[in-house]
Protein backbone atom coordinates (compact mmCIF):
# COMPACT_ATOMS: atom_id res chain seq x y z
CA UNK A 1 0.00 0.00 0.00
CA UNK A 2 2.86 2.32 0.77
CA UNK A 3 4.28 1.48 -2.60
CA UNK A 4 1.90 2.08 -4.09
CA UNK A 5 1.33 6.00 -2.73
CA UNK A 6 4.79 6.62 -3.53
CA UNK A 7 4.03 5.57 -7.06
CA UNK A 8 1.64 8.02 -7.00
CA UNK A 9 3.71 10.41 -5.81
CA UNK A 10 6.20 10.37 -8.19
CA UNK A 11 3.75 10.20 -11.23
CA UNK A 12 1.83 13.65 -9.70
CA UNK A 13 5.36 15.50 -8.89
CA UNK A 14 6.38 15.96 -12.38
CA UNK A 15 2.58 16.43 -13.08
CA UNK A 16 2.40 19.72 -10.65
CA UNK A 17 5.97 21.45 -11.70
CA UNK A 18 5.02 21.28 -15.11
CA UNK A 19 1.30 23.27 -14.56
CA UNK A 20 4.19 25.47 -12.20
CA UNK A 21 6.64 26.35 -15.15
CA UNK A 22 3.29 26.94 -17.40
CA UNK A 23 2.25 29.60 -15.32
CA UNK A 24 2.40 32.73 -18.32
CA UNK A 25 4.75 35.52 -17.53
CA UNK A 26 3.06 39.18 -17.26
CA UNK A 27 5.24 42.27 -16.75
CA UNK A 28 3.92 45.31 -15.45
CA UNK A 29 5.41 48.43 -16.09
CA UNK A 30 4.52 51.65 -14.15
CA UNK A 31 5.75 54.61 -15.89
CA UNK A 32 6.29 56.06 -11.73
CA UNK A 33 6.09 55.27 -8.18
CA UNK A 34 2.64 56.28 -7.30
CA UNK A 35 0.28 55.52 -4.36
CA UNK A 36 -2.61 54.86 -7.57
CA UNK A 37 -0.49 52.46 -9.53
CA UNK A 38 0.65 50.34 -6.90
CA UNK A 39 -2.92 49.95 -6.29
CA UNK A 40 -3.64 49.26 -10.06
CA UNK A 41 -0.92 46.55 -9.63
CA UNK A 42 -2.72 44.97 -6.60
CA UNK A 43 -5.80 44.48 -8.26
CA UNK A 44 -4.27 43.12 -11.45
CA UNK A 45 -1.99 40.44 -8.95
CA UNK A 46 -5.36 39.76 -7.45
CA UNK A 47 -7.12 38.26 -10.41
CA UNK A 48 -4.57 37.55 -12.95
CA UNK A 49 -3.71 33.75 -13.69
CA UNK A 50 -0.24 34.20 -13.93
CA UNK A 51 3.09 35.18 -12.94
CA UNK A 52 3.70 39.25 -12.32
CA UNK A 53 6.91 40.72 -12.57
CA UNK A 54 6.57 44.48 -11.63
CA UNK A 55 8.88 46.92 -13.33
CA UNK A 56 8.99 51.12 -12.47
CA UNK A 57 10.05 53.47 -15.24
CA UNK A 58 12.89 56.11 -14.61
CA UNK A 59 11.32 59.63 -15.70
CA UNK A 60 12.68 59.82 -18.95
CA UNK A 61 12.14 58.68 -22.68
CA UNK A 62 15.18 57.17 -23.48
CA UNK A 63 15.25 54.67 -20.17
CA UNK A 64 12.11 53.73 -21.20
CA UNK A 65 12.71 52.52 -24.35
CA UNK A 66 15.91 50.85 -23.08
CA UNK A 67 13.43 48.98 -20.53
CA UNK A 68 11.00 47.84 -22.88
CA UNK A 69 14.01 46.26 -24.85
CA UNK A 70 14.71 44.42 -22.25
CA UNK A 71 11.58 43.06 -21.53
CA UNK A 72 10.46 42.56 -25.61
CA UNK A 73 13.83 39.86 -24.85
CA UNK A 74 11.78 38.02 -21.87
CA UNK A 75 8.97 37.80 -24.57
CA UNK A 76 6.10 37.41 -21.73
CA UNK A 77 2.99 36.53 -22.41
CA UNK A 78 1.89 40.20 -22.00
CA UNK A 79 2.56 43.79 -20.61
CA UNK A 80 0.58 45.97 -18.52
CA UNK A 81 1.11 49.16 -19.09
CA UNK A 82 0.15 52.08 -16.18
CA UNK A 83 0.37 55.67 -16.84
CA UNK A 84 1.06 57.27 -20.26
CA UNK A 85 5.21 57.02 -20.13
CA UNK A 86 4.65 53.04 -19.61
CA UNK A 87 1.59 53.11 -22.00
CA UNK A 88 2.93 55.23 -25.03
CA UNK A 89 6.84 53.43 -25.04
CA UNK A 90 5.07 49.71 -24.82
CA UNK A 91 3.26 51.04 -28.25
CA UNK A 92 6.04 51.82 -29.92
CA UNK A 93 8.89 49.60 -28.73
CA UNK A 94 6.77 45.74 -28.86
CA UNK A 95 6.06 44.15 -31.58
CA UNK A 96 3.25 42.04 -33.02
CA UNK A 97 4.19 38.75 -30.46
CA UNK A 98 3.51 40.50 -27.00
CA UNK A 99 0.31 41.57 -26.15
CA UNK A 100 -0.34 45.17 -24.26
CA UNK A 101 -3.11 46.13 -22.26
CA UNK A 102 -2.64 50.13 -20.78
CA UNK A 103 -4.26 51.88 -17.83
CA UNK A 104 -4.12 54.88 -15.80
CA UNK A 105 -3.82 57.21 -18.92
CA UNK A 106 -5.90 60.48 -19.30
CA UNK A 107 -6.77 61.25 -22.79
CA UNK A 108 -5.57 57.80 -24.49
CA UNK A 109 -6.56 59.27 -27.70
CA UNK A 110 -3.79 61.44 -28.11
CA UNK A 111 -1.12 58.73 -27.88
CA UNK A 112 -2.57 56.44 -30.69
CA UNK A 113 -3.36 53.26 -28.28
CA UNK A 114 -5.91 51.72 -30.53
CA UNK A 115 -4.76 49.37 -32.68
CA UNK A 116 -3.31 45.62 -33.15
CA UNK A 117 -1.84 43.99 -30.38
CA UNK A 118 -3.01 46.52 -27.89
CA UNK A 119 -6.14 48.02 -25.80
CA UNK A 120 -7.02 49.20 -22.59
CA UNK A 121 -9.21 50.62 -19.59
CA UNK A 122 -9.98 54.31 -20.55
CA UNK A 123 -10.24 57.07 -17.36
CA UNK A 124 -14.11 58.22 -18.19
CA UNK A 125 -17.09 56.74 -18.45
CA UNK A 126 -19.46 57.29 -21.36
CA UNK A 127 -21.21 59.89 -18.95
CA UNK A 128 -23.80 57.83 -18.08
CA UNK A 129 -23.18 57.50 -14.29
CA UNK A 130 -22.11 61.44 -14.06
CA UNK A 131 -25.46 62.28 -15.17
CA UNK A 132 -27.47 59.99 -13.21
CA UNK A 133 -25.56 61.25 -9.87
CA UNK A 134 -26.25 64.64 -11.29
CA UNK A 135 -30.32 63.96 -11.54
CA UNK A 136 -29.77 62.31 -7.97
CA UNK A 137 -28.63 65.45 -6.44
CA UNK A 138 -30.42 68.32 -8.34
CA UNK A 139 -33.84 66.58 -9.59
CA UNK A 140 -35.01 69.79 -11.63
CA UNK A 141 -31.56 70.24 -13.75
CA UNK A 142 -32.38 70.29 -16.86
CA UNK A 143 -29.74 72.48 -18.93
CA UNK A 144 -26.22 71.15 -18.22
CA UNK A 145 -23.53 72.98 -19.53
CA UNK A 146 -19.90 71.68 -21.18
CA UNK A 147 -17.38 73.99 -21.30
CA UNK A 148 -15.14 72.47 -23.73
CA UNK A 149 -12.72 73.29 -26.25
CA UNK A 150 -14.26 71.86 -29.35
CA UNK A 151 -10.81 70.98 -31.54
CA UNK A 152 -10.62 68.36 -28.51
CA UNK A 153 -13.24 67.11 -27.03
CA UNK A 154 -15.99 67.72 -29.50
CA UNK A 155 -16.50 63.61 -29.94
CA UNK A 156 -17.43 63.66 -25.96
CA UNK A 157 -20.17 66.15 -26.24
CA UNK A 158 -21.71 64.30 -28.69
CA UNK A 159 -21.09 61.20 -26.17
CA UNK A 160 -22.84 63.23 -23.55
CA UNK A 161 -25.85 64.50 -25.42
CA UNK A 162 -26.59 60.77 -26.23
CA UNK A 163 -26.40 60.04 -22.72
CA UNK A 164 -28.31 62.85 -21.54
CA UNK A 165 -31.33 62.37 -23.71
CA UNK A 166 -32.25 58.90 -22.01
CA UNK A 167 -32.18 60.59 -19.12
CA UNK A 168 -34.61 63.75 -20.06
CA UNK A 169 -31.41 65.97 -19.82
CA UNK A 170 -30.17 68.45 -22.54
CA UNK A 171 -26.89 68.99 -23.31
CA UNK A 172 -25.75 73.24 -23.79
CA UNK A 173 -22.34 73.43 -25.37
CA UNK A 174 -19.80 75.82 -24.14
CA UNK A 175 -16.95 76.08 -26.83
CA UNK A 176 -13.71 77.94 -25.73
CA UNK A 177 -11.20 77.49 -28.01
CA UNK A 178 -7.78 78.41 -25.50
CA UNK A 179 -8.00 78.84 -21.85
CA UNK A 180 -7.69 82.38 -22.21
CA UNK A 181 -11.71 82.33 -23.45
CA UNK A 182 -13.36 79.97 -21.24
CA UNK A 183 -13.91 83.12 -18.78
CA UNK A 184 -16.13 85.14 -21.37
CA UNK A 185 -17.53 81.63 -22.50
CA UNK A 186 -18.81 80.94 -18.71
CA UNK A 187 -20.04 84.95 -18.33
CA UNK A 188 -22.15 84.10 -21.29
CA UNK A 189 -23.24 80.98 -19.81
CA UNK A 190 -25.21 82.73 -16.61
CA UNK A 191 -28.61 81.63 -16.27
CA UNK A 192 -28.40 79.40 -19.42
CA UNK A 193 -27.40 76.19 -17.28
CA UNK A 194 -28.78 74.37 -14.58
CA UNK A 195 -25.51 72.52 -13.80
CA UNK A 196 -21.69 71.80 -15.06
CA UNK A 197 -20.66 68.70 -15.83
CA UNK A 198 -16.46 68.81 -16.50
CA UNK A 199 -15.15 66.61 -19.58
CA UNK A 200 -11.53 65.10 -20.01
CA UNK A 201 -10.62 68.03 -22.36
CA UNK A 202 -7.15 69.37 -22.60
CA UNK A 203 -7.95 73.26 -22.40
CA UNK A 204 -11.17 72.82 -19.74
CA UNK A 205 -8.46 70.61 -17.85
CA UNK A 206 -5.96 73.23 -17.18
CA UNK A 207 -5.99 73.84 -13.14
CA UNK A 208 -7.00 77.78 -14.04
CA UNK A 209 -10.07 76.99 -15.89
CA UNK A 210 -11.27 73.81 -13.22
CA UNK A 211 -11.00 76.93 -10.53
CA UNK A 212 -13.25 79.27 -12.74
CA UNK A 213 -15.55 76.42 -13.12
CA UNK A 214 -15.96 76.00 -9.50
CA UNK A 215 -16.03 79.54 -8.87
CA UNK A 216 -18.75 79.84 -11.52
CA UNK A 217 -20.84 76.60 -10.06
CA UNK A 218 -20.65 78.34 -6.83
CA UNK A 219 -21.63 81.93 -7.52
CA UNK A 220 -24.46 80.52 -9.86
CA UNK A 221 -25.49 77.85 -7.17
CA UNK A 222 -25.52 74.97 -10.00
CA UNK A 223 -23.89 71.54 -9.34
CA UNK A 224 -20.41 70.88 -10.93
CA UNK A 225 -19.62 67.31 -12.20
CA UNK A 226 -15.86 66.66 -11.69
CA UNK A 227 -13.67 64.43 -13.16
CA UNK A 228 -11.21 63.32 -9.87
CA UNK A 229 -11.38 63.46 -6.06
CA UNK A 230 -8.79 66.45 -6.15
CA UNK A 231 -11.28 68.76 -7.92
CA UNK A 232 -14.10 67.69 -5.30
CA UNK A 233 -12.00 68.78 -2.62
CA UNK A 234 -11.40 71.98 -4.27
CA UNK A 235 -15.02 72.62 -4.71
CA UNK A 236 -16.72 70.78 -7.51
CA UNK A 237 -20.03 69.26 -6.08
CA UNK A 238 -19.57 65.36 -6.79
CA UNK A 239 -17.58 63.37 -8.94
CA UNK A 240 -17.24 59.55 -10.15
CA UNK A 241 -14.21 58.42 -10.10
CA UNK A 242 -12.25 55.04 -11.66
CA UNK A 243 -10.75 53.23 -8.51
CA UNK A 244 -7.54 52.19 -8.97
CA UNK A 245 -7.82 48.76 -7.73
CA UNK A 246 -10.91 48.34 -9.40
CA UNK A 247 -9.22 48.99 -12.57
CA UNK A 248 -6.30 46.66 -12.07
CA UNK A 249 -9.16 43.91 -11.15
CA UNK A 250 -10.66 44.75 -14.51
CA UNK A 251 -7.25 44.79 -15.97
CA UNK A 252 -7.03 41.30 -14.96
CA UNK A 253 -9.71 39.12 -15.97
CA UNK A 254 -9.08 41.35 -19.24
CA UNK A 255 -5.70 39.63 -19.31
CA UNK A 256 -6.37 36.20 -18.32
CA UNK A 257 -9.19 36.58 -21.40
CA UNK A 258 -5.66 37.51 -23.79
CA UNK A 259 -3.72 34.86 -22.36
CA UNK A 260 -5.66 31.41 -21.74
CA UNK A 261 -8.69 32.36 -23.98
CA UNK A 262 -5.98 33.43 -27.04
CA UNK A 263 -8.17 36.80 -27.51
CA UNK A 264 -6.69 39.46 -29.54
CA UNK A 265 -6.41 42.66 -27.96
CA UNK A 266 -6.97 44.51 -31.10
CA UNK A 267 -10.30 43.42 -31.42
CA UNK A 268 -11.60 44.17 -28.27
CA UNK A 269 -12.39 47.98 -27.91
CA UNK A 270 -10.89 50.11 -24.98
CA UNK A 271 -12.89 49.25 -21.92
CA UNK A 272 -15.14 52.16 -20.28
CA UNK A 273 -13.96 51.52 -16.20
CA UNK A 274 -16.18 49.07 -14.00
CA UNK A 275 -15.31 50.17 -10.46
CA UNK A 276 -16.05 53.96 -9.65
CA UNK A 277 -16.39 55.90 -6.46
CA UNK A 278 -18.39 58.53 -5.58
CA UNK A 279 -16.91 61.61 -3.91
CA UNK A 280 -18.89 64.80 -2.78
CA UNK A 281 -18.19 68.33 -1.28
CA UNK A 282 -20.48 68.85 1.55
CA UNK A 283 -19.86 72.90 1.50
CA UNK A 284 -20.82 72.73 -2.59
CA UNK A 285 -23.83 70.69 -1.88
CA UNK A 286 -25.04 72.83 0.95
CA UNK A 287 -25.57 75.97 -2.09
CA UNK A 288 -28.07 73.54 -4.01
CA UNK A 289 -30.54 74.10 -1.64
CA UNK A 290 -29.70 72.04 1.83
CA UNK A 291 -26.76 69.54 2.60
CA UNK A 292 -28.68 67.04 4.31
CA UNK A 293 -30.92 66.47 1.37
CA UNK A 294 -28.80 66.13 -1.30
CA UNK A 295 -26.11 64.48 0.22
CA UNK A 296 -28.94 62.02 1.49
CA UNK A 297 -29.92 60.76 -1.81
CA UNK A 298 -26.04 61.02 -3.52
CA UNK A 299 -25.55 58.52 -0.68
CA UNK A 300 -28.56 56.33 -1.97
CA UNK A 301 -27.29 56.68 -5.58
CA UNK A 302 -24.30 55.23 -4.46
CA UNK A 303 -25.59 52.55 -2.24
CA UNK A 304 -27.51 51.14 -4.89
CA UNK A 305 -24.75 50.89 -7.31
CA UNK A 306 -22.01 49.54 -4.72
CA UNK A 307 -20.16 52.75 -5.09
CA UNK A 308 -17.45 53.76 -2.57
CA UNK A 309 -17.92 56.76 -1.13
CA UNK A 310 -15.58 59.94 -0.31
CA UNK A 311 -16.78 62.59 1.59
CA UNK A 312 -14.65 66.72 1.83
CA UNK A 313 -15.78 69.29 3.86
Not at 149 to 173: C, K, N, T, Y
Not at 175 to 191: H, P, S
Amino acid sequence: MRRCGWLWLALLLPLLASAQQARPKVVVVKSAALAPYAGVVAGFSAELHGEVVEVTLEDSAPAAARAFQRIAAQKPALVLAIGPLAANTARRSLGAEVPVLFAMVPYYERYGLEGPNITGIALTSDFRPELAALKAAAPSAKRVGILHDPRFSAGLVEAAQSAAASLGLSIVPLEAEGQAKADKVLVGAKDKVDALLMVADKTVGNAAVVQELIAFASAQRVPLVGLTPNQVREGATLALAPSPTAIGQQAGRLANRIIHEKVDPGALAVAQPEGLDLAVNLSAASKLGGSKDVVLELLRFAAKRDFPVRVYE
